[in-house]
């Protein structure tokens, strides 16, 4: 076997990991915009898995994300919060919360859902977050409004639990 071979099989044997990314939004109020997928039970941020095959960066797959979901085209700003997320019957999950502003009211009433994947929206106080958003998607959303609140830095999660 060649360098070329040898290193091929290396990567070929290396462990698999999903992605994805996801934006926080919230309305003047505070409220947090969550999106109802069609294809399983609860509620979501928008967002989704990363297509690293095309070079896409965690970033460019959050706006991409969100443009196909709600049909918003916005900017993002920081890193809010990553979660390593242990798989059960997936390989595990590394995702990436990044920060999608404060949408005005014509934002809002322009948002136009995905019609293949999402059957509707709707805004969320933080008291209702947890029982909408399943598990570690619930607190990886509190931890990432919580990175909001004390204005700065990024929060290293674990199955939506802080580590650092």
Do not use: C
């Not at 509620?43 to 960066?57: H, M």
């Not at 809002?108 to 598990?135: C, M, N």
């Not at 990175?147 to 999660?157: F, H, I, K, M």
């Amino acid at each position: 076997m060649t360098s070329t071979q040898d290193f091929a099989a290396y990567i070929a044997g290396l462990p698999r990991v999903l992605a994805g990314a996801a934006a926080l939004f919230r309305d003047a109020e505070g409220r947090v915009l969550l999106v109802e997928p069609n294809y399983r039970e609860g509620w979501a941020l928008p967002g989704g898995t990363i297509e690293s095959d095309d070079g896409e960066t965690p970033r460019q797959g959050a706006r991409r994300e969100t443009l196909e979901e709600i049909g918003l085209d916005r900017e993002l700003g920081r890193l809010l919060a990553v979660d390593w997320v242990h798989g059960t019957g997936r390989p595990p999950l590394v995702a990436y919360v990044y920060d999608g502003g404060v949408l005005t009211d014509s934002e809002l009433k322009a948002i136009r859902l995905q019609q293949e994947e999402l059957l509707s929206w709707r805004l969320v106080p933080r008291e209702e977050i947890t029982g909408r958003l399943p598990g570690a998607l619930g607190r990886r959303a509190l931890a990432a409004l919580d990175v909001l609140a004390e204005g700065s830095g990024t929060a290293e999660l674990e199955n939506g639990h802080r580590v650092a």
